[in-house]
């Protein structure tokens, strides 16, 4: 028995460092005891049902939950474009009847919103995204293509799952140093990127890769009236149209980044006009595909096309 205790210990103690290495958010010295809890609801009797609105998010607490929680993504189809989804009954009487809601925020779901406001249930904890990194309804939503605000949603759905049961507090402990540890493999992604390639030229059809990009050093040049309009299903500035396509057609960039669920004839052009000028293009996907694998994998595949992408550009291949 205290042979097993030790060798549990130990393996604690090697997560523990992998996450510090990663640069990752672990336990300060007073533990989960220092959390405020804010919830009011009596604890689950069996598993807490939680809800995310994307699959991003759901994936992450699900992992949180482990055999503890069951978890509910809205959001995830590869083909339906997350910014325009309408929400259903079946979303409502889930979120309803939820222990735990997690939404994105930014005005990116704010039918889940609605629903939360409306069916009002007494002690359910809901995590808003956007309010915990105190970003403007106005922001950017894609937040979850910054690690260092996944690290940030990820802190706060743990303190959330203790609060919500608290008896179960060393299992959801254990569970968020093992996936701060496994997100360790995409934050060490993001840095060998900045460290190759920072500085270098590349360009989006959209703000999804604006978090990305920012984070990995990489120099986004594509007109920002352009990739906001294009992410809110609006017609860009048509002078922002003219650069972009000067700054494709100029040889400066090396990579396109262009969004696989919201193409419209407009953003197919410039992908095609990228390829007449032989710059690379490299698709993401606003949801995770495939849907039954988790955030980190879906992140990290993502991430080595990029990274080969460069690669090949840097070696004029």
Known sequence: MKRNTLLTAAVLVVIVVAAISAGLYVFGSQGSAAIPCSITGPSPSTKIQAVAAENFWGSLVSQLGGTHVNVLSIVSDPNTDPHEYESDFADAEAIADANFVIVNGAGYDAW???????????????????????????????????????????????????????????????????????????????????????????????????????????????????????????????????????????????????????????????????????????????????????FQVWMNAELLVIQHTLNAQALGQ
């Not at 060998?192 to 500085?199: K, L």
């Not at 594509?222 to 809110?232: C, D, G, K, L, N």
């Open 112 to 294: 889940a919103l609605q629903l939360i406001a409306a069916s009002n249930t007494p002690g359910q904890a809901v995590l808003n995204v956007q309010e915990l990194i105190n970003q403007p309804v106005t922001a950017n939503p894609h937040f979850w293509y910054s690690p260092y605000y996944v690290n940030d949603t990820v802190k706060a759905m743990y303190k959330d799952l203790v609060c919500v049961d608290p008896i179960d507090t060393a299992y959801y402990k254990q569970q968020y140093l093992t996936l701060n540890a496994s997100l360790g493999v995409y934050n060490e992604q993001i840095d060998e990127i900045r460290q190759q390639y920072a500085g270098t030229h590349v360009a989006s059809t959209e703000s999804i890769f604006v978090y990305l990009a920012n984070a990995t050093g990489l120099d986004l040049v594509s007109p920002p009236a352009f990739m906001q309009a294009v992410s809110e299903g609006n017609d860009p500035p048509v002078q922002s149209v003219v650069q972009f396509q000067q700054e494709l057609q100029n040889g400066s960039v090396s990579m396109l980044v262009y969004n696989e669920q919201t193409m419209t004839p407009l953003t197919q052009s410039i992908k095609a006009l990228a390829t007449e000028n032989n710059v690379p293009t490299v698709g993401v996907t606003e949801t995770i595909q495939p849907s039954n694998v988790t």
